[in-house]
């Protein structure tokens, strides 16, 4: 469960290994917008 408070956030995911570490290069997905009312 993630909190926001309310209005536009933007979100993008960044793909890690077992310890949490980011790959290299980096491998991220597409940013996406949303709105909290």
Do not use: K, Y
């Not at 926001?4 to 290994?17: A, F, K, R, V």
């Amino acid at each position: 469960v993630i909190e926001l408070s309310p209005g536009e956030h933007t979100l993008q995911l960044l793909l890690g290994d077992f310890a949490h570490i980011p790959h290299v290069p980096p491998m991220v997905s597409e940013r996406i917008t949303i709105v909290v009312e």
